[in-house]
């Protein structure tokens, strides 16, 4: 049984051995393996390095970076080069000034407009400030003694000539005085002559001819219904109201022969003490219908009513019998 087992553990023995042998023969046959491998890569590469080019392909090469370099936006980056320059030292030019000397300079220019006559436009007022700065300006470039009320150094006094002279715009944002320029609009008139005029559109249903619709136009007339308490939805509906009050008048009372509408969402002026709001609808009497407005509200009677406005809002209508 020793026997046995002494055997058994020499055979062990050996068999690790063997093994370990076969593994580092193995590992050695693929280290070759890999080292031929790459020699034979690298002469491959020398070989295509070594390679030459022929003629045509040296002309394509040279052609092809000739095109590139033409490609390129030289005098585009040039031009930006420049830009940044003159950027930058305009950057370094401008000097800031302090805040006391911005608030000087505000409220002198403020005194300088306050001098205005009244009903100045904003033209004058630029002419006047121009001519402040223009004033200033001299009087730094000539003496420092009469501008004692702003500058308070020599110091002082140049950065003031340059904001004058060079960075007048950003000064005038610094210390927030702005004018607006004003701008004129004219009105040009470019439909012909014989050309109709369009036809006003009148919300609702079509109106019926017995209505005789016209528009920007104020009937007088007694009241047979108030139109503070009595609104419609349309024109057409208002005119229905007052032929339906003809029709159903009981012997003695007024009969609607007027009808007064406010088509207008804002309301309808009128010179009474009441607000007229849109939609109100107005049903009116009288024999001989006679016009309270028609089209426009004259100047004379806007200049004695400020709130008239220019146009009649009203629209109205006399029934025909």
């Not at 000397?101 to 007022?125: C, F, M, P, Y």
């Not at 619709?213 to 308490?229: I, N």
Request: proline share 6%; hydrophobic share 35%; charged share 30%.
């Amino acid at each position: 049984m020793t026997r046995g087992v002494a055997s058994w553990g020499r055979w062990k023995s050996c068999s690790y051995k063997k093994f370990t042998v076969a593994i580092c023969f193995v590992n050695l046959f693929v280290a070759l393996v890999i080292l031929r491998s790459l020699r034979f890569s690298c002469a491959s590469i020398s070989h295509s390095v070594s390679k030459k080019y022929t003629e045509g392909q040296i002309e394509r090469i040279k052609e092809s970076i000739r095109i590139r370099e033409e490609a390129v936006p030289t005098e585009l980056l040039k031009a930006v080069m420049r830009l940044r320059k003159e950027m930058a030292e305009q950057e370094k030019s401008k000097l800031k000034l302090p805040p006391s000397l911005k608030q000087k300079v505000a409220r002198d220019i403020i005194e300088k407009l306050r001098s205005l006559r009244e009903g100045s436009n904003s033209t004058d007022e630029i002419e006047a400030v121009e001519m402040w700065r223009i004033e200033r300006l001299n009087d730094l470039k000539t003496s420092e003694r009469s501008l004692s009320d702003l500058v308070s150094s020599a110091k002082e006094a140049n950065m003031l000539r340059v904001a004058l002279e060079l960075n007048w715009r950003t000064l005038m944002d610094d210390i927030g005085i702005w004018i607006p320029a004003n701008v004129t609009n004219p009105e040009h008139n470019d439909k012909p002559d014989n050309e109709p005029e369009e036809a006003e559109i009148i919300p609702g249903p079509p109106l019926q001819p017995v209505c005789n619709v016209e528009l920007h136009t104020d009937y007088a007339g007694a009241a047979v219904r108030w139109g503070l308490t009595h609104h419609k939805e349309s024109a057409a509906d208002c005119c229905q109201a007052c032929l339906d009050q003809a029709k159903h008048a009981k012997p003695g009372e007024m009969k609607c022969n007027i009808w007064v509408y406010c088509p207008s969402e804002f309301g309808c002026f009128s010179p009474d003490i009441y607000e007229h709001k849109h939609q109100e609808c107005w049903l009116k009497m009288d024999e001989k219908p006679r016009i309270n407005f028609k089209d426009k509200y004259s100047e004379s009677y806007r200049d004695s009513h400020p709130t008239a406005p220019v146009v009649v809002p009203w629209m109205s209508g006399v029934i025909s019998n």
